[in-house]
Nanobody
Framework: QVQVVESGGGLVQPGGSLRLSCVAS???????MGWYRQAPGKQRDLVAS???????NYAEPVKGRFTISRDNAKNTVYLQMNSLTPEGTAVYYC???????????????WGQGTQVTVSS
């Protein structure tokens, strides 16, 4: 029924590239889709997000290197990661967000995460 499924993680050399994909199923009217990452001992932080009308937001450390894109018809979001550094090593989580009923609150849906390891 409701699923958020990431793919594309793996091991990559510093300076290399990786493309993550996330498909959200069974969720209507998604406003924002985004990618978060969490390294051991650290909090889960936003990497990049994109709204249904194409507005993007990037964390400062990844600006100019990562690109987020979205296919609204497929409820799919991508993260193209270029010029990867060891600091990019983390579990990357996909998030989908929509309005909750008639309230001002939001519903968040999370994938289980995909491991990205940047190492020489």
């Amino acid at each position: 029924q409701v699923q958020v499924v990431e793919s594309g993680g793996g091991l990559v050399q510093p300076g290399g590239s990786l493309r993550l994909s996330c498909v959200a199923s069974g969720i209507f009217s998604i406003y924002t889709m985004g990618w978060y990452r969490q390294a051991p001992g650290k909090q889960r932080d936003l990497v990049a997000s994109i709204t249904s009308d194409g507005r993007t937001n990037y964390a400062e450390p990844v600006k100019g290197r990562f690109t987020i894109s979205r296919d609204n018809a497929k409820n799919t979001v991508y993260l193209q990661m270029n010029s990867l550094t060891p600091e990019g090593t983390a579990v990357y989580y996909c998030n989908a967000k929509r309005r909750s009923g008639g309230s001002s609150s939001w519903l968040n849906y999370w994938g289980q995460g995909t491991q990205v390891t940047v190492s020489s």
